[in-house]
């Protein structure tokens, strides 16, 4: 991954850990084989997928672009 795309994804964390629902994330349910994950975006092309373990633990899962989904 880029340099880049990793820091902006650093960023984007730090607003998650203030507020998962910020409207900057765009913070939403993934549905089919991925139902019990989350999305939000690092950029205009690349996202986390994430899910809600316990009340106050997330595991984030993976990192790139919309082929993640794959």
Known sequence: MP???KKRAEQ???IFK???FSSKLKTHKL???FNKYWSFSVDHQNR???EFYK???VR???VG???IYD
């Open 48 to 50: 986390v997928i994430f």
């Open 18 to 20: 203030g507020n998962p």
């Open 31 to 33: 549905s089919g084989q």
């Open 12 to 14: 984007m964390e730090k």
């Open 65 to 67: 672009d919309h082929s």
């Open 60 to 62: 984030f899962h993976l």
């Open 55 to 57: 009340k106050d633990i």
């Open 3 to 5: 340099l880049s795309v």
